[in-house]
T-cell receptor
Framework: AQSVTQLDSQVPVFEEAPVELRCNYS??????LFWYVQYPNQGLQLLLK??????LVESINGFEAEFNKSQTSFHLRKPSVHISDTAEYFC???????????FGGGTRVLVKP | DVKVTQSSRYLVKRTGEKVFLECVQD?????MFWYRQDPGLGLRLIYF???????EKGDIPEGYSVSREKKERFSLILESASTNQTSMYLC????????????FGSGTQLSVL
């Protein structure tokens, strides 16, 4: 069975500072990895995903995540956060040959001015 | 734009009642999912369906059932609601291939008194 661990439940950060959200997964087979974001009072939406190829993937709003197979990690980073990045972020994993998407516990990011 | 519509935003029910949560998607997606979201636990999969009348148990199916009579509609049923089923319920849909992202509804906040 696959599982996802997000190591930080909350991350307070000042505006324009960098942020890293940690995600580790376990699976015995090939997987696809995702980060979803939930802004206050909104539904979840996809931020970025890793399917294959380059281990570094980027989103349109400046986030990036790096797939590390040996450490089974998919950490999310942004070099300079904005107030509008305040949200809850969820890491998720899906077997390459499966339907089921498994989520981590989520990390709340609070960006302070 | 893809739309996943959940019939109620807020619902209050009494212990022992039978509860129906409805979800409709308009993108002809094969897969549909029901998750519950609880603070600190992230999203946990209750059931999913990959075709009409087909369903599979997720990680926490106890106390729930589902129905998918038409491709666009996926219903979650609480046979006899209990207080520990108070939660945010999220419906999602996607195309069948594992690298496809999920589209989420806005959620139904269910309170069981």
């Amino acid at each position: 069975a696959q599982s996802v661990t997000q190591l930080d439940s909350q991350v307070p950060v000042f505006e324009e500072a960098p942020v890293e959200l940690r995600c580790n997964y376990s699976s015995s087979v090939s997987v696809y990895l995702f980060w979803y974001v939930q802004y206050p009072n909104q539904g979840l939406q996809l931020l970025l995903k890793y399917l294959s190829g380059s281990t570094l993937v980027e989103s349109i709003n400046g986030f990036e995540a790096e797939f590390n197979k040996s450490q089974t990690s998919f950490h999310l980073r942004k070099p300079s956060v904005h107030i509008s990045d305040t949200a809850e972020y969820f890491c998720a994993v899906r077997k390459a040959a499966g339907n089921k998407l498994t989520f981590g516990g989520g990390t709340r990011v609070l960006v302070k001015p | 734009d893809v739309k996943v519509t959940q019939s109620s935003r807020y619902l209050v029910k009494r212990t022992g009642e039978k509860v129906f949560l409805e979800c409709v998607q308009d993108m002809d997606h094969e897969n549909m999912f029901w998750y519950r979201q609880d603070p600190g636990l992230g999203l946990r999969l209750i059931y999913f369906s990959y075709d009409v009348k087909m369903k599979e148990k997720g990680d926490i199916p106890e106390g729930y059932s589902v129905s998918r009579e038409k491709k666009e509609r996926f219903s979650l049923i609480l046979e006899s609601a209990s207080t520990n089923q108070t939660s945010m319920y999220l419906c999602a849909s996607s195309f069948v291939t594992a690298n496809e992202k999920l589209f989420f509804g806005s959620g139904t906040q269910l309170s069981v008194l």
